[in-house]
């Protein structure tokens, strides 16, 4: 239940809200209910059986990740954008050998960029609802930002566990603005249109996705590259890296409904020139304050220098010869 001394009065207007997202060159937009997550025992499930592997946080504060009226108090809704960030062809071309950077780190942090734009969605909503109270939401709060996106209509959790959208395919970077108003419409729910295709777990090299919907982060190379901890990279996904030194795009490029994907068009998302360093394992010469400083407000820092250098460890563990690797990184995609 809501806290009805901690709502705003005033019912926002669907469309007004819509076009000031628009106006922020917002791809995507939907707007949910704030509910209590309806599929909580199916990620607490996901929880027990260690699937999340050494990313404790995903278990911290659950009340709140599960219940947005908890995250918010006086919650009525939830905003979401979505920012495509499919790569410009100037921008693929520029792709170095031998490793591999995921797409949606060739430029600036998505973090950074997302948050900046709902900040401008919620000062303007306070100039319609000087009551309205908002809480910014990309990625790194407890929250559900996929299962949010689904709810609000941006499309649906594939296979893969990520958002797939009928619009852009698998490239959408999530934001989302909880805030203590109603709204005079909601949008439905994505549908899934996975149907039989098993292409994204076909495609996994490390068998990560277990099952449709059932992502093992304990397989994933996205996981071992970004998230984990460890010292070393297991052998079992070393040796299937397919040369990933921070994160993966293989599942979602599989994707059928990529036959929609369209290229970005914000500035913030053109590659950096620096990443040419990473693919290249420059990058590795560089000290810890050279990295970030170099790599400031990219996300490629999450795992820290000695992060980049495991990883580099790792990859070469299949030891190729550079004009092997050259050649397949050129025609896998």
């Given at each position: 239940m809501t806290d009805d001394s901690q709502n705003c009065d005033a019912v926002l207007n669907y469309e007004t809200i819509k076009n000031l997202a628009h106006e922020l060159q917002c791809d995507s937009f939907g707007i949910a209910r704030a509910e209590a997550v309806a599929a909580k025992d199916r990620f607490t499930t996901w929880l027990e059986k260690g699937y999340?592997?050494?990313?404790?946080?995903?278990?911290?504060?659950?009340?709140?990740?599960?219940?947005?009226?908890r995250l918010l108090p006086g919650a009525q809704s939830i905003i979401v954008i979505g920012l495509n960030y499919y790569p410009q062809p100037e921008d693929e071309e520029k792709r170095c050998a031998p490793y591999r950077v995921a797409r949606y780190a060739w430029g600036e942090d998505y973090h950074d960029v997302l948050r900046r734009k709902l900040k401008v969605l919620r000062n303007r909503l306070r100039g319609l609802a000087p009551a309205l109270k908002g809480r910014i939401c990309v990625d790194t709060a407890p929250f559900m930002d996929k299962y949010w996106a689904a709810r609000a209509g941006l499309g649906w959790q594939g296979k893969h566990t990520n958002l797939v959208s009928r619009a852009f395919g698998s490239w959408l970077l999530l934001g989302s603005l909880i805030i203590n108003a109603k709204v005079d419409r909601y949008d439905s729910p994505g549908a899934d249109h996975c149907g039989q295709c098993h292409a994204c777990l076909e495609a996994c090299p490390t068998g990560a996705l277990l099952a449709p919907y059932q992502l093992d982060a304990t397989r994933c190379i996205s996981f071992w590259t970004i998230e984990s901890k460890g010292i070393e990279i297991p052998s079992t996904v070393a040796s299937k890296l397919n040369d990933w030194i921070f994160g993966c795009d293989i599942c979602i490029a599989a994707c059928p409904f990529n036959k929609f994907q369209k290229v970005q068009?914000?500035?913030?998302?053109?590659?950096?020139?620096?990443?040419?360093?990473?693919e290249t394992g420059r990058a590795a010469k560089l000290t810890s304050e050279e990295f970030e400083n170099k790599y400031h407000r990219s996300p490629v820092t999450r795992p820290g220098l000695?992060?980049?250098?495991?990883?580099?460890k790792a990859a070469g563990l299949k030891k190729k010869r550079v004009t092997a690797r050259v050649t397949?990184?050129?025609?896998?995609?």
């Open positions: 999340a592997g050494d990313m404790d946080y995903l278990s911290r504060n659950l009340e709140l990740r599960l219940d947005p009226q068009h914000h500035p913030e998302f053109h590659r950096r020139e620096e990443i040419s360093e990473l000695r992060g980049i250098v495991r990883n580099y397949l990184y050129k025609n896998s995609e």
